[in-house]
């Protein structure tokens, strides 16, 4: 596995702007990221393997193309924060229900970024910890646990809203988040869309025709629109708010669909588990189950376990969203949009006559 490049350098431009494609349009050429801050679940963890229940290195791949020094997860007190932090959380949610009391949400998240702020501007003062803040990149990927665990797996949570309801409660929850980040200084966002999450080998099991569970991969592109026309509204409402959305679902489903087509020869099941597509979540063993499959060769494989894709396709996906604009990319730049587009506001701060 590669080891991070740990020596710190100030980035120029288009190296990281690279990353949010549409900074290039805005960012003036002196403009750096020095700082890195990550949100999400398991596919936004970080650090060395060992004790992480996936192998999802997204921000990890992404990091290290950027050459920034390796990023300290926050439960590290110690680290130095100056060039970000990970607060991401394996099976975290946007709403404090999803996976309650085993994961640390995204308003705890939240809360431990505001201090991890509070010890920036006491290490570099005000004006300097503000600048770094707004030059910083804010990585949100998060959002699959609520629907999966959170509603599909959650007949009460089913009683209690209908899927659209529950959508905007959650995009709702999302939103909150955003602003008060935006609130703190925070100026340049970066989102992974949903994976379509009814061709996860976990949910398409649960399909008796075989293919993928199409409730999980509606609501996936439910929430994947709704945040769209989010951030639509968000970057005419809020001053110098600039970010970047990706369409890891299309991305991710052409991989499923035509694993041929991208050096692999399994888009169906999982490399690590038991049972019929690999879908039993049973990868190193559990308390209940010890007996668990893993296929020869994991790089031939889409999906790593019943949740997660594999490394090489975590790999893919990073490459792509650093690469940016060239080719057939996965970020799509709000900048293509805002010209051609009345802004739909569902947040809107004024009343809708
Ligand atoms: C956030 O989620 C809670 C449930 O955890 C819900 O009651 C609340 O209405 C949501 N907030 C928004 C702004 O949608």
Avoid at 139 to 154: A, K, P, V
Wanted: aromatic share 10%; with cysteine; hydrophobic share 35%.
């Amino acid at each position: 596995m590669a080891k991070l490049i740990s020596h710190k350098t100030l980035l120029s431009t288009c190296l990281v702007l690279m990353l949010l494609t549409n900074f290039c349009k805005f960012g003036a050429s002196s403009e750096k990221i020095t700082a890195f801050f990550i949100f999400g679940d398991s596919t936004g963890f970080f650090g060395e393997p060992t004790g992480r229940f996936s192998d999802g290195r997204v921000a990890d791949f992404i990091a290290e193309y950027a050459k920034l020094p390796l990023i300290p997860r926050v439960l590290e007190a110690s680290a130095d924060f100056t060039n970000g932090a990970n607060f991401a959380s394996g099976g975290a949610g946007i709403l404090p229900e999803t996976n309650k009391g085993t994961v640390i949400d995204l308003p705890t998240q939240r809360k431990n970024y505001e201090a991890v702020q509070k010890t920036l501007v006491e290490k570099l003062g005000e004006i300097r910890a503000k600048e770094l803040i707004s030059e910083a990149l804010y990585f949100i990927s998060i959002g699959s646990n609520d629907y999966m665990g959170g509603y599909l797996g959650n007949p009460r949570m089913q009683e209690l809203y209908l899927p659209e309801t529950y959508v905007s409660m959650v995009i709702g929850n999302l939103t909150q988040t955003i602003q008060v980040l935006y609130e703190k200084g925070a100026r340049k966002f970066g989102f992974l869309s949903l994976a379509p999450l009814g061709c996860l080998p976990g949910l398409r099991v649960l399909n008796p025709s075989e293919g993928c569970l199409e409730e999980g991969c509606r609501l996936a592109r439910a929430r994947n629109k709704a945040l769209k026309v989010v951030l639509t509204s968000l970057e005419y409402i809020l001053k110098g708010f600039k970010y970047s959305n990706s369409n890891f679902y299309e991305w991710l489903k052409d991989r499923t669909n035509n694993p041929s087509k991208y050096g692999f020869n399994d888009g169906v099941n999982a490399c690590c588990g038991t049972g019929p597509y690999g879908r039993v979540y049973t990868c190193g063993g559990t308390k209940k189950v010890k007996d668990y499959q893993l296929c020869d060769n994991a790089e031939d494989h889409v999906w790593w376990d019943s949740f997660h894709p594999t490394e090489r396709i975590h790999e893919q996906c990073a490459k792509e969203l650093w690469n940016g604009p060239s080719g057939r990319t996965i970020w799509k730049s709000s900048s293509s949009t805002r010209k051609r587009r009345t802004p739909l506001s569902p947040i809107s701060l004024t009343p809708q006559k």
